[in-house]
């Protein structure tokens, strides 16, 4: 039993790896520059949006559908809010190692 609850981890895990937001969130993280959380940023602000609407539009009487949309947009914000929050911290520590190595690599004595 666990084992195939392992394998359909690893099924899901394999198809969400090339959901959009996900390649998304890969390409702003590799860059790795400030700017690029402004975007993330904006990304996020614009998934909230979209959960509130899709919530109004089943508050009013609309279709089931805009419940698991609403949630989807919910989670795909939260993701973009967590990569804004992470990126600064993210590129402070790759910052300090580049220096730290460079530091240790000057005192290393040729043989």
Not at 44 to 53: D, E, P, R, S, T
């Amino acid at each position: 039993m666990i084992r195939a609850a392992w394998n359909v981890g690893i099924a899901v895990h394999a198809f969400l790896y090339f959901a959009p937001t996900n390649l998304l969130l890969r390409r702003l993280r590799v860059v790795g520059s400030l700017q690029r959380v402004a975007l993330g940023l904006s990304l996020a602000v614009a998934y909230l949006f979209a959960f509130g609407f899709c919530f109004t539009i089943l508050d009013r009487g609309g279709a089931l559908l805009f419940a698991f949309l609403g949630f989807l947009m919910f989670w795909n914000a939260c993701k973009f809010a967590w990569m804004v929050l992470l990126t600064p911290a993210h590129l402070a520590r790759r910052l300090h190692g580049n220096r730290h190595a460079k530091t240790t690599d000057s005192h290393v004595s040729p043989m």
